[in-house]
């Protein structure tokens, strides 16, 4: 069971989830060692490419890949701008004379690891692209959810926000349905898509979301829009509607909801300060888990070589 | 060309789902005796066609052959083999060149072009607007003084509902016709697929149908109150169909149009961000599917166009956002019909030469192509028993960007004569 590269979450089985998911374990254990490195890629190269800025997510490739032993060269690209196609095809045959070993590449379009993919040998982790996937991130949410519920299957899962931009609602929903989580989408109608997947409880009430009972409550961060078409019309008219404020906080932390966020939060937005404070919320472990994930991704993906060119 | 006589061939007409067997004996480009059993000694040449189906050459009203401007896509001549190589014997270019057709001297440089390079007649369209950047409006009279029948800004709509209408009423008083591209761009997003579930799969912004039918209504709309014809382009959904419908029976002076690839493909084709199904307006859903061929039976829709859109190996090779819009389609059309309704019995032979042979004629005020005695020799033989593997080598077109790209597909076009030429036998 081996593959070239992580694009998605869609296309892993069952068995590939449930393997990483036990990888991540005992690479979470080195952690609370003095010596928190393993030899496991020493000689290999991986090179984080990233169109858009992002500090949690680098950092956590970075350092997961050097607990690995791997060297990692950050290629500077440029992300004020949105990066044409066509410029990253171009940038391919440059990494592609690297012979570097693996590929972490973000990009505001969707697609585009894909297309590097095709295009190198190199193993290619896709770190998010656009709205479609963000599969490392998937892993470590399953990872987390796996850790509080170590039986997941029939246990309910909220996600709440901005589903429609969000490709860690799409990637994470994808992956707790493959471990026979229940899925639900919490949102304004204009960000709760209608097209996702019959299976998904879709929901624009927050009342009615949790007279559905979720075991855990994913919030996702929540921006306005600064295009031209709002979706909503105020951040306080969304933290009123769907934000975790205080009294609903209480309601939640009686009834022993655990809650997850993909960072960075915006505290006073989605949710109150008092829930970075409860024992039952994953965020801080959600990023310890990153690191664990993503080297039991690095540890599991296998480059082509040139030889297996002439195949 | 010596005289070719061509026996026992089945002879498809737009009148009857009946095929004739019937001989042809062509002279100097026109078909001079028609009958059972010719009684023909002294014929250059004799093809047995038994079996075989000899139809109009079909003539495509949407093409784009990129020349001038974007010359590595497709040229004049390129893209006229690539008709010929798929029985058609007469197309009508777009005038999204570079710098787009929108003068006199426009026409004419594409006019001498295609006389030089093409073995076909190839019509342009002219643009509604100077450089279609819906600002102001084209040399509309040059352009019709040239033979231009059709103004189209295609690949835009003209956003500016008040100058479509000035130039609806300004152009009435002429022998010509609008063809509009219908899409409301602020709906639209990056132009990239169908907004459902598959947009929601691949996290791209989806267009939704009702930008291509809202515009649809208003065009027409605006013909109407200006009394100007209009044709309405790749019709891609269900309601824009009906729309359609609804408009004609109210009277509106209107034509539309049907594509292959919004016929046989839909979203679901799209896969993993192939985007070899990337076009606009995009693939819809499986029932549009439905409903457009319904309405291709019901003749709502009056022709069939391929939009044929050449695009390089590098350009769609882009993330599915990047690469442009559009397939060829020149080459694959009367296969893949005949492939997929033909030889299914969805419809007949009549249907196609009525559709994708006679009515784009007429629309273009030409007159159809039929297979008589004294007629002008213009006909493809089709060979329903053959088949087709669309390969990179049978194509002419200097594109390959079609999904049916290395595909097999049943039926095979033997012969396209025009005149007193044989322009292809295989």
Redesign the interface.
């Known amino acids: 069971m081996t593959r070239k590269d992580l694009l998605d979450i869609?296309s892993l089985s069952h068995e590939e989830i449930e393997y990483l998911l036990d990888q991540a374990g005992p690479f979470k254990e080195l952690f609370t060692r003095s010596v928190k490195k393993v030899p496991a890629l020493k000689g290999k190269s991986v090179l984080t490419l990233f169109y858009e800025p992002s500090t949690r997510t680098l950092s956590s490739f970075e350092v997961a890949a050097k607990r690995l032993s791997a060297d990692v060269t950050t290629f500077d690209v440029p992300h004020s701008s949105v990066v044409?196609?066509?410029s990253?095809?171009d940038t391919i045959a440059t990494l592609q004379a690297m012979r570097t070993d693996y590929i972490i590449v973000r990009n505001k379009?969707?697609?585009?690891p894909?297309?590097i993919a095709r295009e190198t040998r190199a193993s290619v982790i896709n770190a998010g692209?656009?709205?479609?996937?963000h599969p490392t991130q998937a892993l470590l949410d399953g990872f987390t959810f796996k850790e509080v519920f170590p039986e997941p299957s029939g246990k309910r899962l909220l996600i709440v926000g901005d589903i429609l931009h969000s490709?860690v609602a799409?990637s994470t929903s994808t992956l707790m349905r493959k471990l026979g989580v229940e899925v639900a989408w919490l949102g304004p109608g204009s960000l709760v898509?209608k097209?996702?997947p019959a299976e998904i409880k879709r929901f624009t009430s927050y009342d009615e979301a949790m007279k559905w009972s979720p075991d855990a409550v994913y919030l996702l961060r929540i921006q306005m829009e600064r295009q031209s078409?709002p979706f909503f019309p105020s951040l306080r008219e969304y933290t009123s509607l769907y934000g975790i404020t205080q009294e609903r906080f209480k309601s939640l932390s009686d009834q022993g909801t655990y809650i997850m966020h993909p960072g960075p939060v915006n505290r006073g937005v989605e949710l109150c300060d008092e829930v970075m404070e409860y024992e039952r919320c994953l965020i801080d472990r959600q990023v310890e888990n990153g690191i664990a994930a993503r080297m039991a991704v690095l540890y599991w993906l296998k480059p082509k070589t040139v030889s297996d060119d002439k195949d | 060309m010596e005289s070719l006589l061509i026996k026992k061939a089945s002879i498809a007409t737009e009148d009857s789902g009946d095929l004739v067997v019937a001989d042809i004996l062509v002279e100097q480009g026109v078909i001079t005796r028609m009958g059972k059993d010719l009684n023909v000694s002294d014929a250059g040449k004799t093809l047995e066609a038994e079996g075989k189906i000899l139809a109009p050459g079909m003539f495509d009203a949407h093409v784009h052959m990129r020349e001038p401007g974007q010359e590595a896509k497709e040229t004049i001549k390129t893209g006229a083999e690539a008709a010929i190589n798929g029985g058609v014997t007469g197309v009508v270019l777009m005038p999204n060149t570079s710098p787009a057709i929108d003068s006199s001297a426009m026409v004419r440089t594409v006019q001498d072009i295609a006389s030089r390079d093409a073995r076909i007649p190839v019509y342009t369209s002219g643009c509604i607007t100077k450089q279609r950047q819906g600002k102001e409006l084209a040399g509309i009279d040059g352009m019709l003084k040239h033979g231009v029948k059709m103004l189209t800004d295609d690949g835009d709509a003209v956003a500016d509902a008040l100058l479509l209408k000035r130039a609806m009423e300004y152009a009435s008083e002429f022998d010509c016709f609008f063809a509009s591209h219908c899409e409301v761009l602020d709906l639209s997003g990056p132009r990239a697929l169908n907004e459902g579930v598959v947009s929601h799969r691949l996290g791209i912004q989806g267009t939704p149908a009702c930008s291509e039918e809202i515009c649809m209504d208003r065009d027409i709309r605006i013909a109407h109150a200006a009394g100007a014809r209009l044709h309405i382009q790749h019709v891609s959904s269900a309601i824009g169909m009906e729309t359609i419908r609804w408009w004609k029976k109210m009277g509106a002076s209107i034509t539309a149009e049907v594509s292959p690839h919004h016929l046989l493909f839909n979203e679901e084709d799209i896969g993993n961000y192939d985007t070899s199904y990337k076009m606009n307006p995009p693939l819809r859903k499986a029932e549009d599917n439905k409903a457009l061929l319904q309405g291709l039976k019901d003749g709502v829709f009056d022709i069939i166009a391929t939009d044929h859109a050449p695009h390089t190996a590098f350009e769609k090779a882009q993330d599915f956002v990047s690469a442009p819009n559009g397939i060829t389609g020149l080459e694959t059309a009367v296969i893949s019909l005949f492939h997929y309704y033909i030889n299914t019995g969805e419809f007949g032979w009549d249907l196609l030469v009525k559709r994708y042979s006679s009515e784009p004629r007429r629309m273009m005020g030409l007159e159809p192509v039929s297979i008589a005695e004294g007629k002008k020799a213009n006909f493809i033989l089709f060979d329903p028993k053959g088949s087709t593997s669309f390969t990179a080598d049978y194509m002419c077109s200097k594109s390959q960007n079609t999904p049916f790209l290395d595909q097999t597909l049943d039926g095979s076009i033997d012969l396209v004569v025009l005149g007193d030429e044989i322009l292809l036998e295989r």
């Open positions: 869609e044409k196609g066509e990253v095809r379009l969707a697609g585009i894909l297309a692209d656009g709205a479609h996937a490709r799409r898509p097209h996702g078409a």
